[in-house]
């Protein structure tokens, strides 16, 4: 990653655009990270939700939070404590450009804390806003680092199962974390995710310390016969093989029970025929891979209407997998 950092300090600023009082406007996509069995490892993006973020240049250096929608006015508008403007600050020092003044306004198209890696899509949109702007033509995957240092200012950890996939669209395996190795893997088309958001409030930060600390080897190989498994499926254009990978021994017990219903919500998608079934990264979201629309809307109907006669309000996204990551709007 050090080699790539500096190689944009040498190549991308020479068609640096910027200076015009120019703006910019990105979608980044809501990410499903862990796919069940591979905890920190594997994630994959959605077409919707995802989150927007206007960029404009401005005279002064340093960079101004304008406005937040769609968060409840729970995100902080200072600079210096928002992961988007964070992230995009780290950016620019690390290309030498601490001189670039720039503006920000930030979209919520979802809900935080859902565990459809809101905080990511957020700082991906920022760091490929800036990234457009600035002409960098260089790989995406220098970016990485400054997403990853988003997630950890969010939740205290840097994972990158939520910043990968939201960077690159479609299905990607962290293969290693130190060095940061990324592998991108392919998936079967046609798959449809079903999400399901239930409107209680999970914080990754705190969905991270239930968890245990140590695993028996007897579980270890389980989890990576899974994650093998998955892997695999994906590769072979397998559903079958997929759908019976997609099993967590390790998180998931812990995790489920601070989702209302989380068994009973699995029960009654796979019976409408559910691939699979599983928390959609720290949850409360869950998430089920269907094999065609219809399938995806009816399971996602199901459970909203299992959580609404609970009292739970839900949000429900049907989507295929998002291949491309962020994109410019305009
Ligand atoms: N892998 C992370 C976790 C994703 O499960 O804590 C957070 O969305």
């Known amino acids: 990653m050090e080699n790539n950092i500096q190689e944009i300090k040498t190549s991308t600023i020479k068609a640096s655009p910027l200076g015009g009082g120019g703006g910019i406007h990105v979608f980044a996509p809501a990410t499903v990270a862990n796919v069940v069995c591979g905890f920190d490892v594997l994630g994959f ?6 989150d927007e973020v206007i960029m404009r240049v401005t005279g002064k250096p340093g960079i101004t939070i304008s406005k937040i929608t769609g968060d409840d006015g729970r995100l902080p508008l200072d600079p210096a404590k928002n992961t988007v403007s964070v992230s995009v600050q780290h950016y620019l020092n690390s290309i030498g450009r601490a001189d670039i003044g720039l503006n920000i306004e930030l979209h919520k198209k979802m809900p935080i804390g859902s565990g459809l890696g809101s905080s990511s899509a957020s700082t991906v949109a920022g760091l490929f806003a800036i990234k457009t702007l600035l002409g960098d033509d260089t790989d995406p995957s220098n970016l990485l680092p400054f997403a990853m240092k988003g997630e950890e200012m969010a939740c205290g950890h840097g994972h990158a199962d939520n910043v990968a996939p939201a960077l690159f669209g479609g299905f ?3 293969r290693s974390y130190e060095p940061l190795d990324i592998v991108r893997l392919p998936h079967p088309e046609g798959l449809y995710c079903a999400i399901v958001f239930p409107d209680v409030d999970v914080p990754t930060r705190e ?13 270890a190989v389980t989890q990576w016969g899974n994650i093998a498994g998955l892997v695999s499926g994906l590769f072979m254009n397998d559903i079958d093989l997929i759908g019976r990978s997609m099993k967590d021994i390790l998180v998931e017990p812990v995790r489920s029970m601070l989702i209302p ?3 009973k919500m699995r029960e009654m998608a796979m019976e409408l025929g559910a691939i699979s079934f599983g928390i959609s990264g720290s949850g409360p979201s869950v998430f089920a891979f269907a094999r065609d629309e219809d399938t995806a809307n009816r399971i996602t109907q199901r459970l909203q209407q ?3 006669g609970i009292s739970i309000g839900s949000n429900t ?10 994109r410019v709007l305009g």
């Open 317 to 326: 996204y049907v989507s295929t997998i998002n291949d491309k990551g962020p």
């Open 207 to 219: 969905a991270r310390q239930i968890i245990r600390k140590n695993i028996q080897m007897k579980d």
């Open 45 to 50: 993006a959605v077409n919707e939700p995802g």
């Open 261 to 263: 219903d989380f068994y």
């Open 306 to 308: 299992h959580l609404t």
């Open 172 to 174: 990607v395996l962290v």
